[in-house]
């Protein structure tokens, strides 16, 4: 079973996750930010990843620790049900169109931490969400899950368009990545040997 529990907890937030890679798309999210709850049920979905999540953060201040903070659960939930990584594909990219917007992902399991994060999003705001914490997410997934990903927005002027486009495409993206391949299934996937 590829699954993964995590509990994290500081002085600003309070999380709880569980993570299947080979789920159906189940989810319950409460993340105390109602647009990030969207946005991670629909990763699940697009995924096929099974995903809980609970977080009780400071949210009063503003939404920024607990973003952040769930995006750093998240990716160490990768990381712990990837274990040593046998077996994968390693690799996926994605297109993504939605409605006017086109997004393209692609990821490396590597084991190097890198995000080059090409999103323009025209406005501040999306309802009471703010779009920067977009950004501030995926870092935290992708230095606690150890993956270079590239998220690039081809087209594209709808701020909920981009970022729903670029969690879908994300998961669509991890999806292919975290797949075993069934012909080198007991193998990592380096000439290292190791990731």
Not at 52 to 61: H, I, R
Not at 168 to 190: G, L, N, W, Y
Request: net charge negative; hydrophobic share 40%.
């Amino acid at each position: 079973m590829r699954t993964a529990e995590i509990k994290r907890t500081t002085k600003e937030t309070d999380i709880a996750l569980t993570l299947d890679l080979d789920g159906t798309g189940k989810s319950e999210i409460n993340s105390g930010v109602g647009f990030l709850d969207h946005m991670l049920t629909l990763f699940a979905k697009h995924g096929r990843f099974d995903l809980t999540l609970t977080c009780n953060g400071d949210t009063y201040v503003d939404d920024h620790h607990s973003v952040e903070d769930i995006g750093i659960a998240l990716g160490q939930a990768f990381d712990m049900a990837l274990g040593d990584k046998r077996g994968i594909v390693r690799y996926g990219s994605f297109i993504l169109p939605m409605d006017e917007t086109l997004i393209l992902s692609a990821v490396d399991i590597s084991g190097r931490s890198y995000l080059n994060y090409d999103l323009h999003i025209p406005t501040e705001k999306v309802g009471t969400f703010d779009t920067e914490l977009t950004e501030e997410f995926f870092w935290g997934f992708v230095r606690n899950a150890n993956l270079t990903l590239h998220i690039k927005q081809l087209e594209g002027k709808n701020s909920h368009h981009i970022i729903e486009g670029a969690f879908k495409c994300v998961a669509r993206t991890m999806k292919q990545a975290v797949a075993i391949d069934s012909r080198f299934f007991d193998e990592i996937p380096s000439t290292k040997g190791v990731l």
